[in-house]
Nanobody
Framework: QVQLVESGGGLVQAGGSLRLSCAAS????????MGWFRQAPGKEREFVGA????????NYADSAKGRFTISRDNAKNTVYLQMNSLKPEDTAVYYC????????????????WGQGTQVTVSS
């Protein structure tokens, strides 16, 4: 079993920045590809971005490209989401996920999920 705990959310003004963290335990972190998702009230969970187990490749949703950066520190069992130029439409609960395979399903399907951290962007 893998446990994931997100942190770093909060209230920020439009144009500001936040860095979210996702700490993993209970498994070999370096074996897992990691993803970030978000869910706003009344909306479906949507893909934000993903990073491969070694950090060599990253993929982002169009809404995140140019503003968000995913990174990981395998020595700390942690994946990060740096969010810059935040917009009110970025307001959501942000979740991280872990999966063993990369080939397909990286925008939707993850084996493990965290409980989420709230990000609120005011205008």
């Amino acid at each position: 079993q893998v446990q994931l705990v997100e942190s770093g959310g909060g209230l920020v003004q439009a144009g500001g920045s936040l860095r979210l963290s996702c700490a993993a335990s209970g498994g070999t972190f370096s074996n897992y590809h990691m993803g970030w998702f978000r869910q706003a009230p009344g909306k479906e969970r949507e893909f934000v971005g993903a990073i491969t187990r070694g950090g060599a490749y990253r993929n982002y949703a169009d809404s995140a490209k140019g503003r968000f950066t995913i990174s990981r520190d395998n020595a700390k069992n942690t994946v990060y989401l740096q969010m810059n130029s935040l917009k009110p439409e970025d307001t959501a609960v942000y979740y991280c996920g872990a999966r063993l395979e990369w080939r397909t399903g990286w925008e939707t399907t993850y084996e493990y999920w965290g409980q989420g951290t709230q990000v609120t962007v005011s205008s």
